[in-house]
């Protein structure tokens, strides 16, 4: 087994570390080194999905002329089609075929394919009556629901699975009648739950398990009665939940911010995590020797790293985002459903052998292809026999490594370069970034702007910054909307609100605000009456934000993807900062400070009290 290997990143040159086990992997499937960062490579991927950034514009389909909803927006190079005619489409998109040209960058070639073939405008599939949906599968009754699947009657709500009957989740599994949840599961009638497993009739729960009428808890396990973790006799329980007042717009932010305070006064494990074996990152459930990987939620993941979003029976996968029966993958995005050796790719369900190929499906030994389906041994969307194929993709990666593509930002900025030579500042930012075999797609090849996708919700940047890096912006189209109620004119309790609010055009509270931008607010939204009928029969107050920032708001109370080395904040009796006096001895520290460190999303800046997982285990039980 080799060292490991420091390398400086060619995107935006911070160190990082080729571990011995990388070399493995790398070795097996035969790919170089990488030249940028996990981080760096991480965003480069996310910038190709898109979730929620929808449009309204013309099909481009032939003799199509009506208007439909995309997650291409008008101007797009991308050529789009109305989803139900490209399914039906037989045209062969093997026509847009063309000969590798040893004379020009592959990439450039690649560019070239992907505004030639169309895309479906969305991507789902098995929907019933589930309009303004994305990434969505097998659901029914659906509305703004965007990644996931199994799921009836689920509204405004992002990554969620199996679940019902339920508004504003994130990252959920098997919910039920539930409310403004992130990373919980196999709970019902859950409001404001985070990182919650098997709860009942609660409220405001952190990190609680096996629990049932519970309010403003943090780190319980199998309880009942409690308020803001004091225990309550039942009649009282009921009382006091009278007495808060919830659907009450004013009360509900105090109790959001009581309840903000008592996360802060008990232990969080480093990681969120169920059944993670010898592995690192967060969100993790049922994983054994995955590195650097967030958001394994439905679980079964094996031997991977830095990969977001994968599982489900996946195994030796790197900088992935892959569900369901994988093997050997490297760098893709919205991969899988029985794949095995795909590389740099993007949106491949079903298939082997791929590289550098978005939107094939059920298709075998493709490299650099665009929009097939049920095809083998093409490149550039031509046919080719078994062996002209195993010959001419040799042949390919080395012209890719002599005659790499250098990334547009450089070539727009090399001029002024030459103009000011001694200016540094102008220096830095024109750093040609080199394309090889073994590097992704470079981002300007996205049919999507950064802002449109999840780099923007996990890795947010502001327009400025991400010009300055290379990335492609989109502004926001101006919505004329006439908004005909402003939020102070909502009503303050749910009680009080007239059926008429759907009639209304209400302007998001951030909408003129800073986090507007960075939360790609809609500026304006409306109250659908199933959801008013479900804020009543909860006693829930209307939101005041646009359903866009109440996302954002749910990614801002997550982890980032980001990992600090940190040591565990239990000083013997109490933590580091006192404000937990441990209820039990440690036995594996005594009344010293525990010596364990760890890999945690916790940023060590962070206000929560940080402990290891035995720490955690002897207080949190
Ligand atoms: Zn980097
Ligand atoms: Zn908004
Ligand atoms: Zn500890
Ligand atoms: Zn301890």
């Known amino acids: 087994m080799s060292n490991s290997e420091n390398k400086k990143c060619q995107n935006c040159e911070t160190d990082f570390t080729i571990e011995p086990e990388d070399f493995v992997f790398y070795g097996k499937i035969q790919v ?7 981080e760096c490579r991480m965003k480069r991927r996310m910038v190709w999905r898109n979730e929620r950034s929808l449009y309204k514009r013309k099909c481009d389909a032939p003799n199509h002329k009506e208007e439909i909803i995309s997650m291409y927006a008008n101007g797009s190079s991308i050529k789009v089609w109305d989803q139900k005619f490209w399914q039906e489409d037989n045209r062969n998109p093997l026509d847009y075929g063309k000969e590798y040209d040893f004379g020009r960058p592959f990439f450039e070639q690649l ?6 073939v169309s895309f479906p405008n969305l991507n789902g599939s098995g929907n019933i009556n589930s309009d303004y949906c994305n990434w969505l599968h097998n659901s029914n009754n659906c509305y703004y ?21 339920s508004m504003d989740l994130y990252t959920i599994v098997k919910l039920e009648l539930s409310y403004d949840c992130s990373f919980c599961q196999n709970s019902y009638r859950l409001f404001f739950g985070q990182n919650c497993e098997n709860c009942m009739d609660s409220y405001f729960l952190y990190d609680c398990r096996n629990c049932s009428e519970c309010f403003g808890c943090a780190g319980l396990r199998n309880k009942q009665y409690y308020i803001f973790n004091q225990p309550y006799a039942k009649e009282e329980y009921k009382k006091k939940i009278q007495q808060f007042n919830l659907g009450s717009f004013r009360s509900f932010i105090e109790l959001k911010n009581k ?10 494990k480093f990681v969120n995590s169920i059944r993670a074996i010898n592995s690192t990152g967060d969100n993790i459930i049922d994983a054994n020797n995955c590195k650097y990987v967030f958001d394994i939620f439905v679980g079964g993941a094996e031997n991977s790293k830095y990969s977001f979003r994968i599982g489900k029976n996946t195994k030796d996968v790197y900088d992935c985002s892959c569900y369901f029966n994988c093997e050997l993958m490297y760098e893709n995005f919205s991969v899988g459903i029985d794949a095995f050796k795909v590389f740099f790719s993007v949106f491949v369900w079903t298939g082997s052998e791929i590289q550098y190929s978005v939107n094939c499906h059920s298709s075998h030994y493709l490299f650099a292809c665009v929009g097939l389906r049920n095809k083998q041994y093409c490149i550039l969307n031509k046919q080719y ?3 002209e194929y195993e010959e ?14 250098i990334s547009r930002k450089s070539q ?18 024109a750093r040609e970034i080199i394309y090889r075999y073994g590097e992704f797609f470079p981002p300007e090849l996205s049919p999507f702007a950064y802002n449109e996708t999840v780099a923007q919700e996990y890795f947010s940047l502001t327009k400025e910054q991400a010009i300055n890096k290379g990335y492609q912006w989109k502004d926001p189209e101006t919505k004329n909307y006439q908004i005909t109620l402003k939020t102070e004119q909502i009503p303050d309790h749910i009680k009080d609100v007239k059926d008429s609010i759907t009639d209304e055009i209400i302007e998001c509270s951030n909408a003129s605000a800073q986090g507007g931008q960075s939360s790609q607010c809609s500026t304006a939204f409306k109250i659908i009456y199933r959801e008013l009928e479900f804020y009543r029969k909860n006693n829930i107050p209307i939101p005041r934000l646009c359903p866009n920032c109440r996302h954002y708001q749910r990614i801002k109370q997550r982890n980032p993807l980001r990992l600090w080395r940190r040591k565990c904040q239990c000083a013997g009796t109490h933590s580091d900062n006192k404000v937990y006096q441990n209820t039990i001895k440690h036995n594996h520290h005594d009344n010293n400070h525990c010596p364990n460190e760890f890999e945690t999303t916790y ?6 009290i940080v402990y290891c997982e035995k720490c955690y285990q002897e207080e949190v039980v």
């Open 32 to 38: 170089p080194l990488p030249t940028f960062c996990p």
């Open 111 to 116: 560019e070239n394919l992907l505004t030639n």
């Open 145 to 165: 629901v965007f990644g996931g699947s199994g799921n009836e009657n689920i509204l405004y709500s992002g990554h969620v699975a199996d679940s019902k009957d």
């Open 259 to 268: 309840f903000n305070k008592q996360k802060l006064k008990i232990p969080h």
């Open 385 to 387: 026999t078994k062996e």
């Open 392 to 405: 001419l993709v040799p042949k390919i990666i080395k012209h890719m490594n002599d005659m790499p593509y």
């Open 412 to 429: 727009i900025l090399n001029p002024k370069l030459q103009i000011n030579s001694n200016n540094q500042n102008s220096k830095t930012q």
């Open 603 to 608: 940023a060590p800046e962070r206000k929560e």
